[in-house]
């Protein structure tokens, strides 16, 4: 059995279909339980009512536990003030309940900062690890996907910290995504090694004497294609990244859907255009690929988008269990002693 | 008048267009000199055959001239070795006319690198100024445009730059665009102030205690809105951002287009379809909007794509021309003299 905690109070989904991905998620593979984390008396009813489940396995239901936890962190809350103050919460009781063992991996629809900070006090880091790194993935017009970290659990970064990603994003790719031998590349302005800042081109050296598949430098635009598997930046420049595609998309999007519907002979045109943007948007839907993994916590903790409906829950359920079944965390201490970079 | 040299043999185009380009910027503006710099034998042919020009003023042909560069400075050259060996590329030759005066901007499509590196060499940075910047336009949603800087020039800040990229970017927005008082934002990842890199937290507090009307940080997203007028990053941020621009739209449009065409009713949308692409290119070219000037220099210089062609060309040089009437350096000596930040 895999134990996956889930909090069901801190997104901003209506519970009903957090409830619902739990459920979904326990009915599609045997072999994991759900421990919902959240106020009991909101999720007491929907378990007496065995219709909600759409479901009558009484055998399965018993896969899915509560957690009790009174208090919710907002996303505006203040991620070290909240820690302080809401000691009840869903993502301080799920994460201290991971660091007991109670469950294998957390799940959280969540304030990533507060997650991330909680997990630094309450877990730790793997060892040799001083930055932990958000990683996306991110589809490639070949129809694979690209790994991108961080996407901004840590702003600043050294040499050290970006080889570690690397090697942390290395091993994710292999286990998770099923590629042997992933390819890994920096994010930078120029495919030259001499380009980019003192600290790109100071890792450019560092992860080219390694032993870890390192394909040099890739610019903005490789993110999009099947150049790099696993692409390393600063939180800084990663989250940057991810809002600048979120700003073309909406951009183009409206351009075009506004160009298109200003032609008289559009009418008949509408419905196909809106058809292929529906396409595009699950495409690009992180929702599809589950939470994403927060690495270098001493702990198997997913994130997910705020937004995170039923589809989302079940599918960061379903990648955090896969974590624990490929031991992704044992596989990252291990790889990072054979480089010696544990210390 | 107004003397602008224009490097006609380091871009990609045929040089037939550039010249093309050339003649409609006189034409259009009847200040405008323009002195074509690049290999004379490739330029006369045309100047003996009027019909090319589509144009009988022989009063306005007069306000185009030749000055002889004998060689070409190649995109794949590498930018400080193309400076010692090619004294007579047409980079090398508008630039020192420039430094004498012998032409009041200097505007050119070649490689952007040996351009930043032949400008710090020969003309030097404008007092008070360590790093240069490249300023480009950004259509907005609002069918407005956002200037951001630094998009490539200094990949390496520090506080310093990043405030004088601010009060640079502030002139040139005001003296180009025609805006009063623009607004100043700080490309960051969060609105908040204590978002961001420590580079970032105190440029943010610098700048807020600045006479600069500056509005915050602005994330990614907001690039494409109506928020900040100019977007202040480092030259590594601000050159990812515009590469991730880049890729993002081609992917997206590949992707939609891919999909219209897979729909089997979708042979009518086609035309509509690839109309409205056409229209959201030329939105987003940034040919409209002339070359990329590069701040910061003791000079008026401005870069152009490398495919700049006709219409680029005689935008640019109607952009330097302004930045020339408009006096753009003396306005930004005086004001970072103002601000006592000369030394």
Redesign the interface.
Known sequence: MVKIGVDIISGESDIKDLIKGCVDAVKEEDDIEVVAIGKKELFSPFLKQKSFFWWDNSKNMNRISILDASEVITMEDNPLRALKEKKNSSIVVGLEAHKRMEIDAFFSPGNTGAIVVAASIIMGRTKGVKKPALATVVP??AGKVNLLLDV?AS??CDVNDLVKFAIMGRIYFREMLGVRNPKIGL???GSESH????L?RETHKRLSAMDVNFIGNV???????DKADVIVAD???G??????????????????SQ??KS?P??T??IP??Q???K??KE?LDPETYGGVPLLGMNGNIFIGHGTSGRKAIKQGILAAAKAVRHDLLGNINRRLEELHLVS
């Open positions: 490639n017009r901004g702003a600043e994010l930078n302005i380009k980019g800042s003192a790109l610019e903005g635009r490789d993110i999009f294609i939180g800084l420049n989250n940057n990244t991810l809002k600048v595609m979120e700003g073309t998309a909406q951009t183009i999007t409206a351009i075009l160009s298109i032609d002979m559009a008949i045109a196909l255009y058809n292929a943007i396409k595009l495409i």
